[in-house]
């Protein structure tokens, strides 16, 4: 079944609905703490100082407007850290304006006293700027003129007059608040790029923020929408844009960098697949064939290579988790399309299969290569035999060919420099002077003269040898030459 | 074990089999009357009629609609509305079976994680596929820590204002006078003097309590991210177990997140202890918020690694296994804890809800797949097919559907699930947990700052939205106590050299007719995903969530839902001086005692005319 788009600029205007009798306020019904959540706010933060935001704007309203959404980017936002909600609200961060944020899992009034905010935004009777944030895909109430909306959020205010009382759809109130924001913030691949409830076979028409606003939609500070997508997006991406903007409006910093989907170019400018931690796996040609693989996951149905997003560089909270970090295949969830450019989930993308036989050639030669250099790197010099290691008595026993290897890798790696322990000046490696006893730390097959020269040295001269001190220090007048050739 | 309003019947040997009768599920509406409210709103100015559109701090878009008597402080009627509506049920069919788990996962984004579980239950009974022991412990790990931020988000940023001091001292200044004098019962382990103390921390945006609530919840974020890569939607569920790459570092990291909010969670405890009391204390009549008949319903939850095997027929075996028991409590009765009579009592009403029927539709189950009868309005034959209509208190007025069992109004929770295990005492573990029949004891080991302790969560006598709160403190520590247990069986499945936490790769996705079911929890309790599929492609979703139960409308039988019957049995004890100053604070403790999550209450969708799966309201709302 196609989208249902139509006429998405035009959110309809409601009529009062039927059914919906007297009500007698202006009152204080919902209005539990007698006042409202920016009222509170702003007390606070006089109360306590931290209205001091070293610029022009000492706060900005943040209008959280959720339309056909599940919570889950204002879940993943409480859980951000750099910077965190709560240092936004409370004015933590010196030169970023105080965030009064207006949002339905925050405001401690209901019903009219909510929808009150809204009002005055949309009246032009605030005192600062405002952002607009909004969370979920934008259902075509066209659809539903007269009736119900899909997604509704609030009634006019009790006080206007009794034939003005209408049910709101959110996207009404976008309509209404969008071109006066400073910045409008889609936040989420539903509100990004219409996500999920978008998704082929919808039944409500649903598009995302940039398609209901229209090509030449600019915010009062000339932006077009900004997207911070991801399903859930990572909450740092979100902060760390709103604090980046915020500053910017207060003149700390620069406009951020945008690219030309409208999303944070440093955050969403290159591939997941390019901060994977499996990407080696896939660089050697190693597949996970099964589920709880720590191999690269192509095989299994991983879009990562195609994907912006960086989940794998930022971690999803405090620098932990991570799809592919855990194991979970990329699925495209930040990506325009997401999901029915990549369903069905788990079944091998086309482009894999011939990526990925070319990285197994590839594995194929340089794997017995790494694998034999690493055999021989991963011991000490002077493991001339076996290891030392009680775990396994016969650690890595090396053959002849390793040692002929090692011979001409050695040859070819200290090409034209200097080997340790050859020509080179001895006391100036070993200057710290320490007291190990060279057997032990050497084993047999290094110059030990060193040490034991020095030691010899000091006791003619009556000086006690300590660790951690200077040739001179330990009675030496002069570097001891190398007399030993 | 008998159904008092499906006719259903047992025999001897306890197999179920329907009653005789030309439409044995047949049923009469009964119309919603009115015409008292309506006089009384035409007379009296003391009667008032509001709407709260939105009604904030829950999850998703409520909205709600109440007659109350402001001079006999009574609530005379309510209506709960759920104005969302997404169309998921729509969306999913006609998809490969697998995608299911993440877009149901989108279903809810306060509680994501449990849906993509739920869908990959039922996947697995469709399939015929179990799970291996270390994915089931990574599973029940998953969704305790899930509880861990879900929970105490709902008691100290959602519910808690509702008790803070701001609020304390506008709606009732003399209860805020008796605070400052009060002692607290438990300052020693929480360290608040007073209760005005207590309350204050609880003020939004500076109270301590309030601060803790956004910063004790991400190390358990953070435990989930490293186990399922992201939060609230999990990337490593598939049907079959986890697709996560287990190894000591990862279970490492996740022990040490449970233990560092264990001791955030024993607190809460106390705090909310407290404030129970002291509301009792101050005024009894404070037991009467919203309260209801003790009718709950649970699907339980965790299940034993070893024990469950994703068939149908064994459900009610590997259900008593679970660290939660499945159960149904009417009016304080244990009425049963066998999944298949859970799901054989389930129904779905629209005669209130922007639905069509599907009465043309056909009936395409008869019976489960052990036999046992289902009706017409069972989620395997329900359809959804919105459609949008004008708010009518007699008529439809939301986009939840309403849910029932045995045709009673039954409610869901975290509380719930705490209610059925200890009043069935079955459940098998008992390290660190305990079920007795009237109660569940917890064991908590010594934790940074508190030393071992045992909670003992009782049966409460009264029935509220105090209890409800409560139950909600003992069920962090419950969660958590489960999840270190079941890192524990991690730890040793790893000594034997059992990673593997998922059944298989390659999935040969059946071609035939076959249906499945998910019972499993969400942080608002009960929760299942019904599916059915066939050539390989779902034919079916149906998504039944605790709010859909919570948040549903009158049902055809005249009876409210469960938030609508909770707020007109609350007396208002607010003190005000006049219509003008009335905040409704009782009214809101009622509500958001039930942590209404709007999200997923409403799935419901409709594809030219054919006839789509609706989800119903969950805590999340509208799906
Ligand atoms: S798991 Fe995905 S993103 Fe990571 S290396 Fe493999 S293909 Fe790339
Ligand atoms: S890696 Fe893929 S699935 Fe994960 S967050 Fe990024 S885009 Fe989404």
Known sequence: MENMISVPMKARVDVPLEGEISRSLPDQMGNVAGAHSAELHQRLLETGGRMDSMGPLKKVYVFWLPGMSCDGCSVSTIGATEPSIEELLTGALPGVPVMILHHYQFQMESGDHFTHLLEQADAGALDAPYIIVYEGSIPDENLTVGTEPWAAKGSLPLWAPADQRQRRSTSEWVRRLAPEAAVTIAIGTCATWGGIPASLGNPTGAISMMDFLGKDYRSALGLPVVNVPGCPPIGDDFTETVTLLLKFMNGQGPLPDFDELGRPAWQFGETVHLHCPRGAWYEEGNFAREFGGKECLAEIGCWGPVVNCHITERGFINGKGGCMVAGGACIGCMSPGFPDKFTPFYKRPPQTTPATTLSRMHGALTKPLRRTTQLERNREPRWKSDATSGWAPQYDNVTLFHRSFEYFYTRIQYFRSELPGRNEKDEEKYASGYVVPPEAAYGKHYAQWLPERRAEEARKRGTYQRPGLSPQADGFETPVQDDQE | ?623
């Open chain 2, 1 to 623: 074990m008998c159904f008092q309003n499906l006719p259903i019947e047992f025999d001897a040997l306890g197999n179920a089999r329907l009653k005789e009768g030309l439409d044995p599920y047949a049923y009469q509406t009964r119309d919603l009357d009115r015409s008292k409210v309506e006089k009384l709103l035409a007379s009296n100015g003391h009667v008032k009629d509001i709407n709260l559109d939105p009604v904030t701090r829950v999850a998703g878009a409520l909205s709600f609609h109440t007659v109350v008597d402001l001079e006999a402080g009574k609530v005379l009627e309510a209506h709960s509305i759920a104005t969302l509506f997404r169309g998921y049920e729509v969306i999913l069919k006609g998809r490969d079976p697998r995608d299911a788990m993440f877009i149901s996962s989108r279903v809810c984004g306060v509680c994501g994680g449990v849906h993509s579980v739920a869908s990959s239950l039922a996947m697995e009974m469709a399939f015929g596929i179990g799970v291996p022991p270390m994915g089931g412990a990574l599973r029940n790990i998953q969704l305790a820590l899930d509880f861990m931020v879900d929970n105490p988000v709902h008691l100290y940023l959602l519910a808690g204002p509702d008790y803070s001091q701001v609020v304390i001292e506008r709606t009732n200044p003399s209860l805020w006078e008796a605070a400052k004098k009060t002692e607290t019962r438990h300052g020693d382990v929480h360290g608040f003097k007073t209760m005005a103390e207590l309350f204050t921390a609880l003020n939004p945006l500076t109270g301590k309590l309030y601060l803790e609530g956004l910063q004790m919840t991400r190390p358990a974020k953070e435990a989930y991210a490293i186990l399922y890569g992201k939060y609230p939607h999990p990337q490593t569920v598939v049907p079959g177990g986890l697709s996560t790459t287990v190894s000591l570092q990862v279970l490492n990291e996740t022990q040490l997140r449970i233990i560092r909010t264990l001791d955030y969670a024993k607190r809460g405890v106390f705090i909310w202890d407290d404030i129970t009391e002291f509301f009792y204390d101050a005024d009894s009549r404070y037991q009467q918020i919203g309260t209801r008949p003790k009718n709950l319903i649970d699907t339980g939850m965790w299940d034993d690694p070893y024990a469950y095997d994703g068939t149908y027929a064994g459900a009610p075996e590997w259900g008593e296994r679970r660290w939660a028991t499945p159960g149904v409590i009417i009016d304080g009765e244990l009425v049963t804890t066998n999944l298949h009579h859970i799901n054989m009592g389930m129904e779905e009403f629209v005669e209130h809800s922007y639905y069509d029927g599907w009465e043309d539709d056909g009936v395409p189950f008869r019976t489960d797949p052990a036999g046992n009868p289902i009706g017409p309005n069972h989620p395997w034959n329900k359809e959804t097919k919105p459609r949008s209509d004008q708010r009518n208190w007699k008529d439809r007025y939301t986009w939840s559907t309403a849910p029932r069992w045995d045709r009673q109004v039954v409610e869901a929770g975290a509380y719930a699930r705490l209610w059925t295990t200890a009043a069935a005492a079955k459940m098998p573990h008992t390290r660190f947990l305990q079920a007795t029949g009237t109660s569940v004891k917890i064991d908590t080991p010594q934790t940074a700052a508190l030393p071992a302790m045992e909670f003992e969560w009782k049966i409460p006598e009264t029935w509220n939205a105090f209890e409800r709160n409560r139950a909600r403190a003992y069920h962090i520590v419950y969660s958590l106590m489960v999840a270190y247990e079941n890192v524990q069986i991690a730890f040793d499945l790893m000594g034997q050299g059992e990673n593997k936490a998922a059944t298989m790769t390659e999935f040969r996705v059946p071609r035939n007719e076959r249906v499945g079911v998910g019972f499993w929890g969400a942080g608002r309790g009960f929760l299942t995903h019904h599916l059915v599929m066939d050539k390989g492609v779902l034919t079916n979703y149906q998504i039944v969530t605790p709010s859909t139960f919570n948040a549903s409308p009158a049902d055809p039988f005249g009876q409210p839902g469960p938030y609508e019957e909770a707020v007109v049995n609350t007396p208002i004890l607010e003190e005000f001086d006049s219509g003008d100053t009335f905040t409704g604070i009782d009214i809101f403790r009622a509500i958001r005692s039930f942590d209404p999550c709007m999200p997923c209450t409403v799935h419901i969708a409709n594809g030219r005319d054919m006839i789509m799966q609706d989800v119903t309201t969950c805590a999340c709302g509208a799906a």
